[in-house]
T-cell receptor
Framework: DTGVSQDPRHKITKRGQNVTFRCDPI?????LYWYRQTLGQGPEFLTY????????KSRLLSDRFSAERPKGSFSTLEIQRTEQGDSAMYLC????????????FGQGTRLTVV | EDQVTQSPEALRLQEGESSSLNCSYT??????LFWYRQDPGKGPEFLFT???AGEEKEKERLKATLTKKESFLHITAPKPEDSATYLC????????????FGQGTTLQVKP
């Protein structure tokens, strides 16, 4: 297993365009998380899935954001009508549900909205 | 509200100069405290998990400790390759696995 994989690594888009990011978690992990990180700050929780069910969404996740995890495998995060304030690193992590489990992160997708 | 505060924000050390990073937290029932290392432009890399006050874990030049209010990451005789941002995060007692992160401490070790 090569760990958590994210695609693309970098995305530059014009304001108002839609973008979609993909995350492939560690294969045996049943939980998948999305975080957003801006420069000089720690990651902030956006949403998470257990298998295919989306169980929690942060207040940070506006109506323009949507996440899916069909069949409990890979996940996509879509941002509609992007704004300059959406520019950030979007991080995906996966873990086992249960006691004493750590989350492993992917390399992130750097989004720049111009 | 669960909260994590790290200090200092930035730390410059000479190679071999030992020091400690601090992570203060308030959480509604601590399930675990996590330390990650993050290199520029990359995702966080897992280092340690601590579960109860008094627990300690070590890895090479790093040692993490935990009390009921804070955690320390001790760096002994650091090398330039230890330069990175170190992130602290907590999980609360809710069974979501969600991490609440501090803002990180950026460590620079000069040769």
């Amino acid at each position: 297993d090569t760990g958590v994989s994210q695609d693309p690594r970098h995305k530059i888009t014009k304001r108002g365009q839609n973008v979609t990011f993909r995350c492939d978690p560690i294969s045996e992990h049943n939980r998948l998380y999305w975080y957003r990180q801006t420069l000089g700050q720690g990651p902030e929780f956006l949403t998470y899935f257990q298998n295919e069910a989306q169980l929690e969404k942060s207040r940070l996740l506006s109506d323009r954001f949507s996440a899916e995890r069909p069949k409990g495998s890979f996940s996509t995060l879509e941002i509609q009508r992007t704004e300059q304030g959406d520019s950030a690193m979007y991080l995906c992590a996966s873990s086992w549900a249960g006691l004493n489990t750590e989350a492993f992160f992917g390399q992130g997708t750097r989004l720049t909205v111009v | 509200e669960d909260q994590v505060t790290q200090s200092p924000e930035a730390l410059r050390l000479q190679e071999g100069e030992s020091s400690s990073l601090n992570c203060s937290y308030t959480v509604s029932g601590l399930r675990g405290l996590f330390w990650y290392r993050q290199d520029p432009g990359k995702g966080p890399e897992f280092l340690f998990t601590l579960y109860s006050a008094g627990e300690e874990k070590e890895k090479e030049r790093l040692k993490a400790t935990l009390t009921k209010k804070e955690s320390f990451l001790h760096i002994t005789a650091p090398k330039p390759e230890d330069s990175a941002t170190y992130l602290c995060a907590v999980q609360n007692s809710g069974n979501t696995g969600k991490l609440i992160f501090g803002q990180g401490t950026t460590l620079q070790v000069k040769p």
